[in-house]
């Protein structure tokens, strides 16, 4: 064994392969710099900066405020129950939607693609505007809703939470149709086929083997729109009427009225450990990897 | 040849260097409120100000006192003047955010009687006040804030300011202090909690918490809201729009608005005489022919520069002020941070 291993070519081999691994650290290198320079850093310093009181000592105050007090605990569960909402309507509307375009030929498929892509190219703030511009008491949809005799008296559509999601949904639908669909678009039709063939009814099979199947796709749809979602600001401070408050713009708040770093990293903090606490849970549930290697 | 290269690569170097900087010699940087209001500024003061000194004068908007306060705390360089609320720049000077004026150089010796202060030379007197809408009131909308505060017999949805500003004096008007004794009420942390349980009892009505002047005249041009508190001179510009808005005096906060300059910014020189510039009487006359905010320059009347039927729209004219409430700018230096701290906290919980 011993002198097998020795023989010039396994040696070479074996300079090649560590050649290589210097090559490919080397090349990695500059990201991994910029990841430490551009995230590690910063976050380290958030973390730093939360502990920071306002007389610049160390101390606790930024978090024991955030205790105390019941407008922050408000702000985070409207952020959570704002973010999921958004989440499960993107699933309610994407997931058919999806499905209905992967059936469609390419040249189809592609025209709603670009259908769906139009408005995500737009301005985030032109789509809130023309969202309040609708949705208002004296806007288009209830001008319409009231004289088709629907409705008498015009319906709260926006300054509350019915607005922000209206708005966050449309913006957030594009991120969990892509993923989505490209996974649903690779999905071997033959599996269904086959499915049939051994006797499943079309709801069966698509129970059994074409919604697992596009798993990976939703959860990585699921996860980006959550995610995405905590940090929205825009949306709910147009849309929302000033009721509608989330850790976002408590944190610009904090920020631009109180120049209070402190209180700001600390939302963050706290924000930042909540979702990497959530996001740990769901990947133990479902195991990610285990999808993605199916 | 080499030198040649040297040399332009240098001058394209100081090119770039120049362009990059924030500030020319003969430039300045102002920044406002935005819509109706900053329009009849740009039109009426800054820029005729500006020209008349020969210097170029570039305008934004801004968030108030709280970006001047980021300006100063950052070290950032983005204005060399802005405008704003006399209690704002009095909570802004007890920060040390604000550049004291020289009063050898701005003459406010015509101004009337404290209608500037050591960190702020006031140019338009405006009022907060409710404003209604005329066709869900008709004529007969809340004319008192008891009244705007009456949910019974004054149904319908309310909006209110983001931040506490004139808020709170609302509050305890409604709740019947008298007006010479709303500031002393106010100075406690008690009375701050009492006018802002006040508030919280009309909580469920209030539809919108709006952040801008254009906000609520907006509100109000489409009928978003029943009533609103805010600028007069914004809706006087919504009613010649075609809105249906109105107001009473009788619920007017009578406060001033002048401009200030942050701490440590570049042209402090050049803005100090530009600020003197645009205290000149023709200009306050101007601006006040596109919003209704009366001049604090007292020349304005006395060289007759603004007729009676425009001067009876400003609040400032005596037949107006006599039923308004002054806003007290020493309370803001004091409390508004506080103030404000519980306001936000209200809104949210």
Redesign the interface.
Same mark, same amino acid.
Request: no cysteine.
């Given at each position: 064994m011993n002198s097998t291993s020795n023989t010039p070519n396994q040696e070479e081999l074996r300079r090649l392969a560590s050649r290589e691994g210097y090559t490919f650290f080397g090349l990695t290198l500059p990201y991994l710099v910029l990841v430490i320079a551009l995230i590690a850093i910063p976050v380290g310093w958030l973390f730093y900066l939360s502990f920071i009181g306002r007389d610049g000592t160390l101390s606790l105050e930024n978090y024991e405020r955030m205790w105390k007090s019941k407008a922050y605990i408000k702000i985070f569960i409207t952020t959570f129950k704002i973010s999921i909402l958004t989440t499960i309507i993107c699933a309610a509307i994407g997931y058919p939607l999806s499905y209905f375009m992967s059936q469609l030929s390419r040249k189809w498929a592609n025209i709603c693609m670009i259908a769906v892509l139009i408005p995500f190219w737009t301005s985030l703030l032109v789509r809130t505007y023309a969202w309040l511009v609708l949705l208002q008491k004296k806007g288009l949809i209830n001008n319409i809703l009231i004289e088709s005799g629907l409705i008498t008296e015009p319906l709260k559509f926006v300054h509350n939470t019915t607005g922000t999601l209206i708005g966050m949904v449309h913006i957030m639908l594009p991120f969990l149709i892509l993923p989505l669909y490209a996974n649903m678009r690779s999905i071997d039709k033959d599996c269904l086929k086959a499915a049939s063939s051994l006797g499943a009814t079309p709801t069966r099979a698509f129970w059994t083997v074409f919604l697992p199947l596009t798993l990976p796709g939703l959860l990585a749809g699921l996860l980006i729109v959550f995610v995405l979602c905590l940090g929205f600001y825009v949306t709910p401070a147009i849309l929302g009427g000033g009721k509608v408050i989330m850790a976002a713009m408590k944190i610009s708040t904090n920020i631009e009225m109180y120049f209070n770093w402190g209180a700001a990293s600390a939302l963050g903090v706290v924000l930042l450990v909540v979702t990497g606490i959530i996001l740990f849970v769901a990947s133990k549930l479902i195991s990610l990897d285990q999808l993605g290697n199916r | 040849m080499k030198l040649g290269i040297k040399t332009a690569g240098l001058l394209a170097a100081a090119g770039l260097a120049l362009s990059s900087a924030s500030a020319f010699a003969d430039e300045l940087r102002i920044v406002s409120w935005g819509g109706a209001y900053q329009k009849g500024q740009s039109i009426g003061i800054f820029q005729p100000a500006a020209k008349a000194m020969g210097i170029t004068v570039k305008e934004d908007t801004y968030?108030g006192i709280? $970006?001047v306060?980021?300006q100063v705390?950052s070290g950032a360089d983005k204005f060399d003047i802005f405008s704003s609320g006399a209690g704002s720049c009095a909570s802004g000077a007890a920060e040390g955010l604000l550049e004291k004026l020289d009063y050898s150089v701005i003459d406010v010796s015509n101004h009337l009687p404290g209608m500037y202060s050591d960190y702020c030379a006031g140019a338009d007197i405006f009022s907060v006040v409710a404003a209604f809408n005329t066709d869900t009131f008709g004529e007969n909308g809340p004319r008192s804030w008891a009244d705007f505060y009456d949910v019974d017999k004054f149904p319908g949805t309310r909006a209110m300011r983001?931040r506490v500003d004139a808020q709170l004096e609302t509050a305890l008007l409604a709740d019947g202090v008298p007006m010479d004794q709303v500031y002393d009420v106010l100075d406690s942390e008690e009375g701050i909690e009492r006018a802002l349980d006040k508030i919280r009892s009309i909580k469920p009505h209030i539809?919108?918490?709006?952040?801008s002047g254009a906000m609520h005249a907006q509100l109000m041009k489409?009928? =978003?809201v029943d009533m609103t508190t805010g600028w007069n001179g914004r809706f006087d510009v919504a009613k010649e729009d075609g809105a249906k808005v109105s107001y009473d005096w009788r619920t007017g906060i009578m406060d001033w608005e002048g401009y200030g300059i942050p701490k440590g910014v570049k042209n402090k020189d050049l803005a100090m005489k530009y600020i003197a510039e645009m205290m000149k009487p023709e200009y306050m006359a101007e601006f006040a022919k596109y919003i209704t905010y009366g001049p604090t320059n007292g020349k304005v009347y006395e060289l007759g520069l603004m007729d009676d039927a425009r001067a009876r729209q400003m609040p400032s004219h005596p037949d107006n002020a006599q039923h308004q409430l002054t806003l007290k700018t020493a309370w803001y230096s004091k409390w508004r941070?506080y103030a $404000?701290?519980m306001y936000? =906290?209200m809104?949210? =919980?």
């Open positions: - | 968030g709280s $970006d306060k980021l705390r983001n539809a919108v918490w709006w952040s489409d009928g =978003e941070t $404000d701290e936000q =906290e809104m949210t =919980e």
